[in-house]
């Protein structure tokens, strides 16, 4: 069974760093894009970062200068190094992955919280 899992969330002081990762698992034949969405109580959800399969990258403007996303190609995993932290930056985080022939497969969500 193929799936993502995420990990790294938690409460973090403002200025702080995190770093998220997602690897998918199962029956896998590669990853083609990746990429992490944010909601927050009460917003819409919001495109954080993305990462294609040759490695070019876009970011939110917000996050732009403080996240970084990478990935590993070789562990099927998507990474988010987030420095800086800000108390806006609190909310749920998804990754996704797009799998060669799976398909595109989502996280479960994992919070991350700014606070002091």
């Known amino acids: 069974q193929t799936q993502l899992v995420e990990s790294g969330g938690g409460l973090v002081q403002p200025g702080g760093s995190l770093r998220l990762s997602c690897a998918a698992s199962?029956?896998?034949?590669?990853?083609?894009?990746g990429g992490w969405y944010r909601q927050a109580p009460g917003k819409q959800r919001e495109l954080v970062a993305a990462i294609t399969s040759s490695g070019s990258t876009n970011y939110a403007d917000s996050v732009k200068g403080r996240f970084a996303i990478s990935r590993d190609n070789a562990k099927n995993t998507v990474y988010l190094q987030m420095n800086s932290l800000k108390p806006e930056d609190t909310a749920v985080y998804y990754c996704?992955?797009?799998?060669?022939?799976?398909?595109?497969?989502w996280g479960q969500g994992t919070q991350v919280t700014v606070s002091s």
């Open positions: 199962g029956s896998i034949f590669g990853m083609k894009a």
């Open positions: 996704y992955v797009d799998l060669i022939i799976r398909g595109v497969y």
